[in-house]
């Protein structure tokens, strides 16, 4: 298992009344899409874990977005923001917050829906394709410029996941949690934790 | 006479390839200091389904790409065929020449027909008549 780990350290806010916490899986790595995404001419893609990781530090602070029919992207459409991403085996996983008490109806709906039911989508600028000829495109460089939240099917990637977490955003999200319990468990593990504003990074082969 | 003829004839076309070498060459070169060619860059890329506007636009676009391709084509088929047409001419010392061995209307000729027909002329006659042939498209193996 590889783990490369990258976030914001917020400050703790206990019951933040405008934070409510979320994980998902934003796309894989190493592996075709499902199905070609928008701006790829028709092409399915694969994004290189190499240029994922290059790119973790672009996804942090970046927005999550909505579009009304939870079809696509709707960039305007700002509704929570990305604090933590981590690729784990061949999935790129973020979580963050959504602005909960500004978006009754979106967290209305995330609640209501089934949580297999909904799926993340990434936006990317300036994605570098190693061969635009190729059936299936291999981006080896991009950067995140957001994500969205949509339903599962109207997603590129099959195997994209999005949830509401249990608790209200805090400065350690239960992914997080997860990930240092596990490197508590092994030795030979660094964790440290840095300042509000600065970013913090794991890594180990 | 004639003979010079041939011979700034053949010198012409010696130095024509020439040439071309030289400019592919400096192709070849600019080819491999460049990145690969089939390399590419997207300016925007989201991980969504693409909408039923955006299938209509990409299909507009294949569209068009194909109508200018296919004008294109027709246009180098146009082009092809007058080169061809245009490529027929033989200089009149090299067709006085045939005549000379009994080779009056040529359209093609194969090159052991020509060797054998052409044993009356001294090598760079032959040598000068069979560039000329080549240059003409009238020559085959």
Same mark, same amino acid.
């Given at each position: ?74 960039a305007r459409a700002k509704c929570g923001i990305i604090t933590e991403a981590d690729v784990l085996g061949n999935q790129l996983r973020v979580s963050g917050y959504l602005f909960g008490r500004d978006f009754p109806d979106v967290m209305q709906q995330l609640r209501r829906s089934d949580a297999d039911h909904m799926g993340m989508s990434y936006e990317l600028a300036d994605a570098h394709v190693a061969d635009m000829r190729a059936e299936v ?69 | ?6 011979? #700034?004839? @053949?010198?012409?076309?010696?130095? &024509?390839?020439?040439? =071309?070498?030289?400019? $592919?060459?400096?192709?070849? !070169?600019? *080819? ?41 084509? #027709?246009? @180098?088929?146009?082009?092809?065929? &007058?080169?061809?047409? =245009?490529?027929?001419? $033989?200089?009149?010392?090299? !067709?006085? *020449? ?44």
């Open positions: 298992m590889r783990l490369e780990a990258m976030a914001i350290t917020m400050p703790e806010v206990a019951d933040h009344p405008n934070r409510t916490s979320f994980e998902g899986v934003l796309t894989v790595v190493d592996e075709a899409s499902t199905r070609p995404p928008s701006g790829a001419r028709g092409h399915r893609v694969i994004l290189t874990r190499e240029a994922a990781r290059t790119a973790l530090p672009s996804l942090l602070g970046m927005a999550v977005d909505y579009a009304p029919k939870w079809d696509g992207h709707d495109w291999t981006l080896t460089r991009a950067t995140f410029t957001g994500a969205a939240i949509l339903l599962r099917e109207k997603a590129a990637y099959r195997n994209t996941s999005f949830r509401l977490a249990a608790s209200r955003c805090r400065s350690s999200s239960p992914q997080r949690e997860r990930a240092g319990a596990r490197l508590a468990a092994r030795s030979g593990w660094r964790f440290e934790k840095q300042s509000f504003g600065q970013t913090q990074t794991r890594k180990e082969s | 006479m004639e003979t010079e003829n041939i011979f #700034a004839s @053949l010198g012409e076309s010696i130095e &024509r390839l020439s040439s =071309a070498a030289t400019l $592919l060459e400096r192709t070849v !070169t600019w *080819l491999e200091q460049r990145e690969p060619v089939t390399a590419g860059a997207v300016e925007k890329m989201t991980a969504a389904v693409e909408s039923q506007s955006e299938l209509l636009e990409r299909e507009r676009e294949l569209r068009r790409k194909l109508e200018a391709a296919e004008q294109q084509i #027709a246009e @180098l088929r146009a082009q092809s065929s &007058r080169a061809v047409a =245009a490529r027929q001419t $033989l200089p009149a010392s090299t !067709t006085q *020449l045939l005549a000379k061995q009994g080779i009056s209307m040529v359209d093609s000729i194969q090159a052991g027909a020509l060797d054998a027909a052409l044993t009356g002329l001294s090598l760079e006659q032959r040598i000068a008549v069979k560039a000329q042939l080549l240059r003409a498209g009238m020559l085959t193996q």
